[in-house]
């Protein structure tokens, strides 16, 4: 039989093909179907999720329809079934989806790259209620893209245009769109979203027919088996000739986190044996097969109804509605989970909730099928090393007077992260008080054991007792022994104290009076997720009109479909190569050598390049900036882990991978002096980068005096802060074509095309005009694609030059994070002096910033990370900031670089302040903002006029806003109330400086009237295009002609061509899109300049009537010249300005794990008269939860010897739908005419971010709270964790840091207090 399918029903028969082929691989190169995209390849992000459906013949009738990945889908599996992309459900040639109009008009797209995924995700969501014939609620909404990833947004758009879609929605609830106007009425709302009527997808005829069942693949073309029952299955378990060469497979999510690299001999699809896919209940049990899919697991343990102890299995489905994300779920399955589970020890979480509802599974073993009970089976030898199969899991129906409950502390609370550590637990109690245990089973996973455990010492030791305090003390005492997490565990202590407290609040309940059992459980507080609510108040002006409206973002619905076009994009020619680099695993040695794992060349490799391959004439240069340039290759030499050392060129990107990674670098450290690991090792041997005093500020005032007029000080206090990584959602890429003469023609992914284009030159050692840099979009970039994306641009145009082939690299996301650098770690000492008052007299600071091997940008650090901390009036500022050079990767700009550690330095130091005085920190922070003397004082010139000081205005509007005042008084009440949640709320305001750069712009008129436009900025999802389409649409509506007002339609931004329009510069700083914009402003001044002649003797022959396209007509036939380009320079003196805004954040920790959760955040930013509120408003929501990644969650750290640790979404999380704000308010203050500014509006791009800190602050006053409650806990010095009142929260503020600062024996010492009481 053929493998034979349909994607977008379209026909394809596959031959023959490698078993290990992914569904994504496939649909990337062999159809125009784009809308798959890599971000992760993990099953971590949805980027490349489809729709698969399957036809039943039976019931004549399409059996399922849910959404995968394509990433981890083989392609055999899907065999028979229909597969719809977004730009299936609708494009730009049929007609757009309404999922991807709402998603256009609701401004959910910003890059776009995850926005074929999110539709899909919605798309999913809405066929799931239809074929439970209801509709879509609310929550459904909001969950549906709970496990997709986007850096841009910040969500809330997206969360939007889901939510339109629900049949619960009150849609004045939602948020700024372009299908109606404030104060329209709701049926006038409802009437202009583009409808929808869910319609079930159409199953292509030719596939109906097609019988998959008991007629498998060729086995010699495909080496893919489908056996169709238990004994087919056995003979073939028989037949495979080593236990090695058989892979078993149903969902293949196993992959996403081991990354198989064997090779099978055979795949074995185990998901068409009826015994397997089963689910069979009978009052006594539910049986479930190990081949069906968690969903339906979930679906099946919801829908048990009848018996008064199904809670439990409604217990169980809620808890694995959590595990990984509704993608995987849907096609991993129950039995792959276990097997990973016993055989390769992943932190289960059905390991556990099936321990603790004493499961037992069935066995395959030869012929036979042996019933074991869950716990034997984890215990027993690896499934996987045998050739034995699970078939089925059984789940006993407990007793009706059962207890049961389940935990789980992740990162992410119902998006897509492992959790720290998870537990399940039943018991039965006597109904009395006190209550005695009867029974209990306690099951614990996911702390780092080797699996899943029942503690059954402590099970014992509980059964048979009343219970009260003291047990309740000794069990815990009992549980810290059993819980040992294996050597290498990550934060093993948080993973042990985390599993007392969920045995602690699973039983506190029966031994405080105040909680109750009812109904057979246990009446906990209600953690329940509230929806997420949010409202934006932005003001459209029409003085400049269209510029100022809320004006849709170009090609939104084109990237929501998909069919927007990234570099990876691009058809490939039959001949390109594919490129993947080999990096150094040492920070300092000589390279002896590099060759692949046993001395064999692996398939598909073509060549080797190193820096030993630059032609002659060329240089070994990968980058460049202002401060000079990067190395393509290490050259004898590593110097640090992560230097680029080769590039491997192969037929595929599959193959360049897999051989950059069985490559073998012998190195050699001998005579190799010690490397520089740290910024104390770099301070030692004086290892700096010199700073240009342009980029070195100058002290304020004078310190020593203001030390003196100080009556406290705090002195030598220290604190660091570490690293933060792009992530944006497409990986470095490039595409280099050989071209004629000796020219290379390259597309990148690239925030700075003309750098990449003059580092190429120079490597290839030719003149600039050989070279042609080519950027249509970019797929996030947020700095990671400024200076980082050179040398992936040059090392494909060395390999294309040298091979002349054209060649490719699309980086896998570990070898991205290895080689990005990302944010720059430092390390802070500084003395402040301040009055009793809370008045600062002066600070003194000294830092050391790790800035890696490269110069880079770092040396623009000292003026970046000074701007915006001193927003504060320090009374004096003096410093001292060094710029370390290390062995550690180059950092380089990330968002706000510099800016959002100047903004936090100044906070933690107020936070300081306030804490020694015992005052209000919002008080501390209000005496010390700045009067426009002081600003002026410590910002000179670029203070601007007072009237543009609105920090102060914006400080106040948001206290009302916020009510700011009352909230903090009910914090204040909630957390006299509530032992183990505390909350605390902070208000931050921000001073962020930016400064705009000569760009240039290019508007030109084609003969039918429209118009093209080419400025010098890179649409990186920033909305810059739109900016300039809108600005266009102004500047050349000044004609006035008719049909000029409806040019907006008429205008096309093309991409950037280093040849077509040079001196692009970098795209980066908050004001590309200003200066682009002023740029094409002024070219659409010379075009209408041009033309006035023209019109003003057409409008005396037509009598006034004169249209847009009879002017362009007859300015062609009189060759007026209507191609106009300009450079735009800012005028020096007021090239630099300041941006205001002032965030508050309410969060809550939850003590027992350590989570904090944002109730609610308010924002109020200047944007001046902002050039498109819709964008600017998805720039500072986007940023700022940026930047809650970046204070609360991002951990981007390097191992001892320097490589970076972190390799995927497992182990770095980003912010998704359920980490922001559960209200989230964002104000767009309209500030006016600012006469030097581009049509009065100012940036948004970065400066939001750094209000992120107020969620870090709030937290910090949350734990402060805890610590408090704790020192009145104190019974003895035992199990004393050291938490007094003065502490540093770090940055990131991850869960096992709050709670360690919370106390990692917070319930053991409440215990101690509750007993010494007695
Ligand atoms: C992004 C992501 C997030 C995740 N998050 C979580 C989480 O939070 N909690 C959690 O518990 N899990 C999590 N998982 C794990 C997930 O549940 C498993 O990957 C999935 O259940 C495996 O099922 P599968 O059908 O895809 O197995 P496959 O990948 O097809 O198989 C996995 C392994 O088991 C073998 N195998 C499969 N079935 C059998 C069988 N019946 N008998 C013998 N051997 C068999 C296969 O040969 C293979 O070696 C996550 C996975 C991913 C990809
Ligand atoms: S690329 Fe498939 S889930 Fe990320
Ligand atoms: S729009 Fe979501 S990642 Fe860019």
Not at 608 to 633: A, C, E, M, R, Y
Not at 1161 to 1167: F, L, Q, R
């Amino acid at each position: 039989m053929e493998l034979e399918f349909a994607v977008n029903g379209e026909r394809f028969n596959i031959n023959s093909v490698d078993p290990s082929t992914t569904l994504l691989e496939f649909l990337r190169s062999n159809t125009p179907f784009k809308s798959v995209k890599l971000a992760c390849g993990e099953g971590g992000c949805g980027a490349c999720l489809v729709m698969i459906s399957k036809y039943d013949q039976e019931l004549d009738q399409v059996k399922e329809e849910t959404c995968i990945n394509s990433c981890l889908t083989l392609l055999c599996s899907i065999n028979g079934c229909s597969i719809t992309t977004s730009e299936g459900l609708g494009n730009a040639k049929k007609g757009f989806h309404p999922i991807h109009e709402r998603f256009a008009g609701f401004h959910a797209s910003q890059c776009g790259f995850c926005t074929p995924g999110m539709c899909i995700s919605l798309y999913s969501a809405l066929s799931k209620a239809h074929d439970k014939s209801s509709s879509l609620t609310v929550t459904e909404a909001e969950r549906s893209v709970a496990g997709n990833l986007c850096r841009c947004t910040g969500y809330r758009p997206i969360v939007d245009a889901c939510k339109s879609f629900a049949c619960d929605v009150d849609i004045e609830d939602l948020g700024i769109n372009s299908f109606w106007k404030k104060g329209d009425t709701k049926e006038v709302m409802l009437k202009s979203l583009p409808p929808y009527n869910h319609l079930v997808t159409t199953f292509p005829e030719f596939l109906k027919k097609k019988k998959v069942g008991n007629n498998s693949l060729d086995l010699s073309r495909y080496r893919w088996t489908t056996p169709f029952s238990v004994s087919e299955l056995h003979s073939t378990l028989r037949a495979g000739k080593s236990k090695d060469s058989l892979k078993l497979v149903v969902g293949n999510t196993g992959a996403g986190y081991y990354k198989d690299e064997e090779r099978f001999e055979r795949y074995v699809d185990i998901s068409h044996i009826p015994e397997m896919s089963m689910i069979k209940r009978d009052g006594k049990r539910i049986e479930i097969g190990a081949a069906v899919t968690i969903s339906k697991a979930i679906d099946a343990l919801n829908e048990e109804e009848g018996s008064k102890s199904c809670f439990i299995f409604k217990k169980m489905a809620s808890h694995m509605e959590r595990i990984g994300n509704h993608f995987v779920r849907n096609s991993g399955s129950i039995g792959g989970n276990l097997v990973m589970a016993q055989g390769r020890k992943f932190p289960s979480d059905i390991a556990t909730l099936l321990l603790a509802a004493d499961a037992s599974v069935y066995v395959l073993n030869g012929r036979e099928t042996v019933k074991v009970k869950i716990q034997d089976f984890l215990e027993s030898p690896s499934v996987l090393d045998s050739k034995r199969v699970l078939v089925k899991v059984e789940i006993p129906l407990p007793t009706c007077d059962s207890l049961f409950e389940s935990y789980r502390a992740a990162p992410r609370s119902i998006g897509n992260a492992l959790p720290y550590a998870n537990a399940a637990f039943s018991a039965r109690v006597s109904h009395q008080e006190p209550f005695m245990m009867d029974e209990c089973l306690l099951a614990f996973g996911s702390y780092g054991g080797d699996r899943s455990i029942r503690a059954k010492e402590v099970e014992r030791f509980l059964n048979g007792k009343l219970l009260s305090h003291s047990v309740l003390y000794e069990a815990v005492s009992l549980l810290r022994g059993i819980i040992v997490p294996g050597r290498d565990t990550l934060h093993a202590e948080y993973r042990k104290s985390l599993a007392v407290g969920f045995l602690f609040d699973f039983f506190y309940p029966l031994i405080e009076r105040s909680h109750r059992i009812c109904n057979g459980h246990v009446d906990c507080p209600v953690k329940s997720l509230p929806f997420l609510s949010s409202s934006q108040q932005v003001l459209e002006s029409n003085e400049f009109q269209p510029v100022g409206e809320a004006v849709v973002k170009v090609g939104a619905a084109l990237q929501a479909s998909g069919e927007a076009v990234f570099v990876d994009d691009i058809p490939t020619l039959p001949d390109c190569l594919h490129g993947a680099f080999i990096y150094s695993t040492e920070p300092l040695a000589k390279i002896k050598s590099v060759t692949f794992s046993g001395n064999v060349t692996p398939a598909g490799v073509f060549a080797v390049l190193t820096f030993k391959d630059i032609p002659k004439t060329g240089q070994n240069i990968g980058s460049k900036t202002i401060f000079g340039p990067g190395p393509l290759f290490a050259d004898e030499i590593t110097q640090y882990a992560g230097q680029r050392i080769a590039l491997v060129v192969a037929d595929t990107q599959k193959h360049a991978d897999r051989a950059a990674k069985l490559a073998v670098v012998e190195y050699d450290t001998k005579n190799v002096e010690e490397p520089i690991l740290t910024v104390e090792d770099a301070v030692k041997r004086s290892s700096f980068f010199e700073v240009h005093p342009m980029f070195y500020p100058e002290p304020v005032g004078d310190v020593l005096k203001g030390m003196k007029e100080a009556e406290k000080k705090i002195l030598l206090a220290e604190f660091r802060l570490g690293s933060q990584y792009f992530f944006y959602m497409e990986p470095q890429t490039a595409l280099a074509l050989p071209d004629e003469d000796n020219c290379v023609k390259v597309f990148s992914s690239s925030q700075a095309p003309e750098y990449v284009h003059s580092v190429i030159a120079t490597c290839l050692g030719i003149q600039e005009n050989s070279v042609r840099v080519i950027t249509r979009r970019v797929g996030g970039g947020f700095g990671g694609k400024a200076v980082k994306s050179m040398p992936v641009a040059t090392a494909c145009a060395l390999a294309a030059h040298k091979l002349q082939r054209p060649v490719k690299m699309y980086m896998n996301r570990k070898t991205d994070m290895i080689m990005a650098g990302g944010r720059h770690p430092m390390k802070m000492t500084y003395n402040v002096g301040f009055r009793s008052d809370g008045k600062l007299t002066a600070l003194e600071l000294t830092m050391l910033i790790d800035a890696g091997n490269e110069a880079d940008v770092s040396p623009i650090m000292p003026r970046n990370i000074m701007g915006p901390l001193r927003k504060y009036d320090w009374g004096a500022l003096s410093f001292d900031v060094k710029v370390c050079k290390t062995n550690l990767p180059s950092r380089t700009a990330m968002r706000a670089p510099g800016e959002v550690q100047g903004s936090y330095i100044a906070e933690s130091i107020i936070e300081n302040v306030a804490s020694s005085l015992g005052m209000d920190v919002d008080a501390v922070r209000k005496t010390n903002l700045h009067s426009y003397e002081s600003l002026k004082k410590f910002y000179k010139h670029i203070a601007g006029e007072l009237d543009e000081y609105t920090l102060p205005l914006l400080w106040d509007k948001v206290e009302i806003s916020s009510e700011f005042k009352k909230r903090a008084e009910m914090v204040k009440e909630f957390n006299q109330c509530n032992v183990w949640r505390k909350r605390g709320i902070s208000r931050v305001p921000i001073i962020h400086q930016v400064m705009q750069r000569a760009t240039p712009g290019r508007v030109s008129i084609l003969s039918d009237g429209s118009v093209v436009v080419e400025v010098g900025g890179i649409e990186i999802g920033q909305g810059l295009w739109t900016k300039v389409q809108q600005m266009v649409a102004y500047g050349l509506g000044m004609t006035k002609c008719q049909g000029s007002e409806k040019l907006l339609e008429r205008i096309r931004v093309v991409q950037s061509d280093t040849l077509g329009l040079i001196q692009g510069g970098f795209t980066a700083g908050s004001t590309t899109s200003e200066n682009s914009c002023e740029a094409v402003r002024l070219c659409c001044v010379i075009l209408v300049e041009r033309l006035k002649p023209l019109m003003e003797q057409m409008m005396v022959e037509k009598l006034g009537s004169l249209t847009w396209n009879m002017l362009i007509q007859q300015a062609y036939a009189q060759s007026v010249n209507l191609s106009a380009s300009t450079l735009y320079k800012p005028e020096f003196s007021s090239m630099e300005y300041l941006n205001y805004g002032v965030g508050v954040s309410e969060v809550e920790v939850d003590i027992v794990t350590g989570r904090a959760e944002i109730l609610r955040s308010d924002i109020i930013y200047d944007c001046g008269k902002s050039l498109n509120p819709a964008v600017d408003l998805g720039q500072i929501e986007g940023a700022f939860v940026q930047g809650i990644g970046f204070f609360m969650m991002e951990e981007y750290t390097t191992d001892e010897k320097g490589l970076v640790m972190q390799q995927g979404t497992w182990d770095y999380k980003i912010p998704t739908v359920d980490t922001i704000p559960k209200q989230f308010y964002v104000e767009l203050l309209n500030s006016g005419h600012h006469k030097n500014r581009v049509l009065s509006s100012k940036a948004s791009g970065e400066p939001p971010l750094l209000l992120a800190a107020s969620v870090h602050c709030a937290t910090r006053s949350a734990i402060k709270e805890a610590r408090k409650q704790s020192l009145s806990w104190k019974c003895n010095d035992e199990n004393s964790d050291g938490s007094g009142m003065d502490f540093e929260l770090p940055v990131p503020a991850t869960m096992p840091v709050v709670k360690g600062l919370c106390g990692l024996y917070s319930v053991e010492k409440y215990l101690e207090g509750k007993i010494c009481e007695k």
